[in-house]
């Protein structure tokens, strides 16, 4: 067959793309290197009865109707708001930090104090960053900043990230506030809900289409070769003039030339107890590695809309600094947005720049964190743009 489109990697950005062509009526090639489709958000009912998601939790939030109105068309839902806990000495209160975490670490009176020293300043219902909220001149929220970055965010990320927050990109740690508000769920996003069946049955929903071939079990970096030089691209050892659509990371596609760019990944020790382990499905560790390892326990079985009573599947999840060779830490999650990292990838973008039938999109090659909704978004305006259509045009 004739392939009009070759796509790489079947997680959202692949698998929304690939479909939007097909849809199009552009034949599309697949190449996924896993075993499997569905990229991080994989997920299967396990041994206990509890739909394990393979890659870590994965919970579905957007404001965005466009975007649920896209998966909708190949998944149903169920409501489900995710609320975290964080171990804060010996406590356990909500994450992100808010005026009931204060209540929990503090003394009533004192409580009282810095809680209404918070609202007077930013207002109910209002996020700020800790790193904004750390350079307030106020002594006593100046005091309140200190300790919440002291217990929630400081060990925390040198155990996610490998530095210290003052040395990542702001907004990594703008992304878990410190929230004036009563209201503990870790999103405020309008939808919060899961497939109904689950990511990976929601992905083969997406990809059944007589148009989409999919070979999984298949490095994608020994059959597309790009030439840098010649500003081409080359597929099973011939010149390739279709779409070429890459979601892995850069500098894999380009042999490592510039060097490698910097990731984190992610390894998860899977075990199963007796009822129930934890009261949330997720308690942070912000602790430090000498205390705890791991950055969080999972208890995916709280994520389910009928979860199993007699037994369950916890996951201890440990952070490491992504070696592709490694028995742990061999899968990329996480771009790090340090000056030196994004200064390297931007040098492989230019490479690859001048190739106009090649696109980088998601969370790896874009070298950015997109949420799943930010990145199923993505995969609708890039399609849109390469196609010259709206959605709402396409067959359904």
């Known amino acids: 067959m004739q392939y009009d489109a070759v796509v790489v990697g079947a997680g959202y950005a692949g698998a929304v793309s690939a479909r939007r062509l097909a849809d199009a009526g552009k034949h599309v090639l697949i190449l996924e290197k896993r075993s499997h489709i569905g990229g991080n958000a994989y997920d299967f009912i396990d041994e206990n009865?509890?739909?394990?998601?393979?890659?870590?939790?994965?919970?579905?939030?957007?404001?965005?109707?466009?975007?649920?109105?896209?998966l909708s068309r190949f998944t149903q839902w169920y409501p489900y708001e995710q609320r975290v806990l964080g171990y804060v000495e010996e406590k356990l209160v909500p994450i992100p930090f808010n005026l009931t975490s204060i209540e929990r670490c503090f003394e009533f009176e004192k409580a009282e104090h810095l809680k209404d020293a918070l609202i007077e300043t930013y207002g109910m219902e209002k996020k700020v960053p800790i790193l904004e909220l750390r350079k307030n001149p106020d002594p006593e929220i100046n005091e309140l900043a200190e300790f919440i970055f002291e217990h929630v965010f400081k060990y925390y990320t040198m155990k996610q990230w490998g530095y210290s927050a003052d040395q990542i990109d702001p907004t990594v740690t703008a992304r878990v506030p410190v929230h004036i508000s009563y209201d503990d769920r870790y999103f405020q996003d309008t939808f919060q809900q899961m497939p109904k069946e689950g990511?990976?049955?929601?992905?083969?929903?997406?990809?059944?289409?007589?148009?989409?071939?999919?070979r999984l079990n298949t490095d994608a970096n020994e059959l597309l070769e790009v030439d840098t030089e010649k500003k081409e691209i080359r597929f099973e050892n011939e010149k390739y003039d279709g779409i070429v659509i890459y979601t892995g990371i850069v500098d894999?596609?380009?042999?490592?030339?510039?060097?490698e760019l910097s990731y984190r990944s992610l390894w998860f020790e899977n075990e199963t107890e007796d009822g129930d382990y934890q009261p949330a499905a997720t308690v942070n560790y912000p602790t430090p590695e000498s205390q705890h390892?791991?950055?969080?326990?999972?208890?995916?079985?709280?994520m389910m809309e009928d979860p199993p009573k007699n037994k369950t599947t916890i996951a201890i999840e440990y952070p490491f600094e992504y070696i592709r060779t490694a028995e742990k830490g061999n899968v990329p999650y996480y771009p790090v947005f340090t000056e030196e990292s994004k200064q390297k990838y931007?040098?492989?973008?230019?490479?690859?720049?001048?190739?106009?039938?090649?696109y980088l999109l998601g969370r790896l090659s874009e070298y950015r964190y997109y949420n799943m909704d930010a990145c199923v978004e993505a995969a609708l305006d890039f399609?849109?743009?390469?196609?010259?259509?709206?959605?709402?045009?396409?067959?359904?």
């Open 49 to 70: 009865g509890v739909r394990r998601h393979e890659y870590g939790p994965h919970l579905f939030h957007t404001n965005s109707s466009r975007v649920i109105d896209y």
């Open 346 to 358: 931007q040098k492989y973008a230019e490479l690859i720049k001048p190739i106009t039938n090649l």
């Open 293 to 302: 390892a791991y950055t969080r326990i999972t208890e995916y079985k709280h």
């Open 252 to 259: 894999s596609l380009l042999k490592y030339q510039l060097g």
């Open 383 to 396: 399609t849109e743009k390469l196609l010259g259509v709206n959605e709402n045009s396409e067959k359904h």
């Open 199 to 214: 990511y990976t049955a929601m992905f083969e929903h997406i990809l059944i289409h007589p148009n989409i071939e999919i």
